[in-house]
């Protein structure tokens, strides 16, 4: 069993966390390897004498990915687990870690990997792309959501959001989240959207402060084709970011669609905690 190790050297200082998690993979004879989620910045300091290989091409030959960090971290390595269909599976290093199987003080619990003592919980994605006119000029996957917004400019934007090419709403307000079920406990959720069981299979569609009284978060079916246009008058700088990567500059009268992607992540399942102790512990009752 190859397990690829993934720290995020800013939350876990001098690799304390994967350090030892290697120490614990290896003794039960798993063999491992380090590598960075993302292009170190210069001047990073790294423990001296760390071996660090290329995260994508030892990808290729994994079984799972192994990530240190938040949510943040997670849904970034996902992305890259994502391309060559390996499993991952998060230890938290964050503030609330909620896609994280596990905390920093649990990796006594990566032995019963080498014993196959664990299941794989399969998540959805979304699939999106930016048409402007006829022309595809942006393409992204998303595991959590896909964010249209106004960026940090406090003025509305004008929005039509269709349904398989029917009008489902059309509001003025800050923006709009479209997410999976793993991604409704975020930014969905902060907008006032519901939140639906991880392992569900919809699409859920939240505006961001919208300025109507009767616009309201929909949850879809996994078929529907959903098309978020920006009003073809606005002058006003609208950005769309997919789990919170890069945003990308739209202008009026572009359209982005979504739709449920063919593509899925597997994440590693360990501690037998239910999404309801998760959601309870994390973001609700401290327990």
Known sequence: MKIVLSPNPYRDKNLHAVRE????LEECG?????????????????????????????????????????????LHSARMARTYNVPVLGVNMGSVGFMAELEASELEQL??????????ESRMMLDMRVLRGERCIFRDTALNDVVISNGAVARVIDMVVYGDRDVM??????????????GSTAY?????GPIVEPTAENIIVTPICAHDLMTRSLVLGRDRMVAVKVGIKSHKSAYLSAD??????????????????RHRINLVKLTGRSFYSILNR??????
């Open 244 to 261: 919170g990567g890069r945003a990308f500059r739209l202008s009026g009268g572009d359209v982005a669609e979504l739709r449920c992607s």
């Open 188 to 192: 969905s959720m902060s907008a006032g």
């Open 21 to 24: 998690a290697q120490r614990i």
């Open 169 to 182: 709403m059309e509001f003025s307000g800050d923006g709009i989240v479209i997410s999976t079920p793993t």
């Open 111 to 120: 032995r019963r990997l080498a014993e196959g003592d664990y299941t794989l």
């Open 30 to 74: 798993v063999e491992t390897c380090m590598c960075l989620p993302f292009r170190p910045d210069h001047g990073m300091e790294l423990p001296q004498g760390m071996h660090l290989k290329d995260i994508h091409t030892e990808l290729r030959s994994a079984d799972m990915l192994l990530c240190f960090g938040g949510d943040g971290t997670l």
């Open 282 to 287: 994390k973001l609700g009752r401290r327990q």
